[in-house]
C-alpha cells in the first residue's frame, strides 16, 4: 500500500517536472533574455553591432568620394566665361574664408573681404578728405560715393573698377579689367594753370589675381587708356590682407605699388614749352619719364551698425616716387607724401543669381 502511494508520488513528481520544464523552455525562448556582461551580448546586440559598423563603412565609403569630387573640381582647370555658356560655380577658390565662417569671400579687393558673402551690391555715400589733385598740398573735403556689384565668382565693381574673371582655377584668377579715371581739371588748382584739362580716361586692360594661406590675396592689373585722357599704360599691383572678422567688426589692410608708362608721365607730370608759357614762367619745363609712380597703404573698417546696414571709415598713405614727385607741380607746389581719410555709409542688397 504504502509502496504503490510512493511510486504514484514519484511518477506524478517526475511528469510535473517535465511538464515545468518544457514550459519553462518556452517561455525563455518567447521574453526578451537579460545581457549583463558575465553572460556576454545577446543576438540582438550582436546584429545591431553589425548594422551599426556596416553603417560606418557606407558613411565612410560617401565621405571618401565627396572628398575625391572636391579635390578633382579644385585642381582641375576650367573655362569660365559667359561665351561658353552657363558657368561653373566654383565652391573652393579665389575666395578667402574666414576659420570661423567657411563661406566664400572676396578676393578682388579690401571691400570685398569684409562685406557679408550674400551681398551682391552696396549703395553708399559719405565725406572724404583728400588733396584737390594727385600731388597736391592742398585738401578739400568732398562727396564720396561708392557703388560695390559682386556677380559671384565673376565680376567685382568697386571704386578701383571692374574685373571680370573669365579663366579660372584652384585660387587663381585672370581676365579683362575695366577702369574709368577721372578728369584732371587746371581749375582745380592755380598750381595747374597753364596745363590744360586731362580729359576723362577710359582705360582698359586686364588682371590676375590669388589668394593664398586664407588670409591674404595678391593682385596685378596692366590697363592701357583708350580715347581722350591720358592715353598711357598702367601697371599696379596690390597685396591685401584680412586682419580679423567678427559679427560686428572686421578690418583688412592693403599695399600698393604703381608703375606708368611715358604717356601717363607725361598727361600729368610734365611741362611743355607751350604749358610753362601759359603758366606765365610759374612751371618750369620738366619732361616726365616712365616709371615707378608710388607706393603706399591703406587700411578699410567694416563695423556692422543694423541689419544690412555699414559704416565703412578707411584711410589711405601713397609716397610719390622721385622722377614724378620732380615735377614742379608737385615739388614746388604739392607734396610727394599724400594722405587720404573719409568714410562711407553703406546699404547692402542680396539677389538669387542663378
Known amino acids: ?211 593664398f594661406l586664407d588670409r591674404f590675396a595678391a593682385k596685378a592689373r596692366v590697363r592701357h587708356g583708350l580715347k581722350t585722357g591720358h592715353r598711357g599704360t598702367v601697371i599696379d599691383g596690390t597685396l591685401t590682407t584680412l586682419i580679423f572678422r567678427t559679427n560686428a567688426l572686421s578690418l583688412a589692410a592693403s599695399g600698393q605699388a604703381t608703375w606708368v608708362g611715358d604717356r601717363y608721365a607725361n598727361a600729368y607730370f610734365s611741362v611743355t614749352p607751350e604749358q610753362s608759357l601759359r603758366s606765365g614762367g610759374v612751371l618750369p619745363v620738366y619732361d616726365a619719364n616712365a616709371g615707378f609712380e608710388s607706393f603706399g597703404g591703406s587700411v578699410t573698417a567694416y563695423i556692422n551698425i543694423a541689419d544690412r546696414w555699414s559704416l565703412n571709415p578707411y584711410a589711405e598713405y601713397r609716397y610719390i616716387f622721385d622722377g614724378i614727385a620732380d615735377t614742379p607741380i608737385i615739388d614746388q607746389f604739392g607734396d610727394r607724401n599724400q594722405i587720404k581719410i573719409g568714410f562711407h555709409l553703406m546699404r547692402e542688397f542680396s539677389f538669387k543669381m542663378r
Not at 517526475?14 to 517561455?27: E, I, L, R, S
Not at 565612410?60 to 573655362?79: M, N
Not at 588733396?131 to 568697386?158: C, H, M, T, W
Open 1 to 211: 500500500m504504502c509502496r504503490g502511494v510512493l511510486r504514484s508520488f514519484v511518477m506524478g513528481s517526475a511528469c510535473a517536472a517535465a511538464a515545468f520544464g518544457t514550459a519553462g523552455a518556452q517561455q525563455n525562448i518567447d521574453e526578451p533574455s537579460l545581457s549583463p556582461m558575465i553572460f556576454g551580448e545577446t543576438e540582438q546586440e550582436r546584429r545591431d553591432k553589425i548594422e551599426k559598423e556596416r553603417e560606418d563603412q557606407r558613411r565612410a565609403i560617401e565621405i571618401s568620394q565627396e572628398q575625391s569630387s572636391d579635390g578633382q573640381k579644385l585642381d582641375e582647370p576650367r573655362l569660365d566665361p559667359l561665351l561658353f555658356g552657363a558657368r561653373y560655380e566654383d565652391p573652393t577658390g579665389t575666395r578667402i574664408t574666414d576659420p570661423d565662417d567657411q563661406e566664400e569671400q572676396g578676393f578682388f579687393s579690401a571691400l570685398n573681404f569684409l562685406v557679408p558673402e550674400e551681398t551682391n551690391l552696396s549703395l553708399g555715400v559719405g565725406p572724404v578728405y583728400q588733396p584737390d589733385y594727385f600731388g597736391s598740398n592742398d585738401y578739400e573735403f568732398d562727396a564720396d560715393p561708392q557703388v560695390f556689384i559682386k556677380v559671384r565668382n565673376f565680376l567685382f565693381l568697386d571704386d578701383d573698377g571692374a574685373d571680370i574673371a573669365l579663366f579660372g582655377f584652384s585660387r587663381f584668377r585672370v581676365g579683362p579689367s575695366i577702369k574709368i579715371r577721372g578728369r584732371r581739371d587746371q581749375d582745380d588748382n592755380p598750381a595747374l594753370q597753364g596745363l590744360g584739362d586731362v580729359g576723362t580716361t577710359f582705360e582698359f586692360g586686364g588682371f590676375v589675381s590669388t589668394t
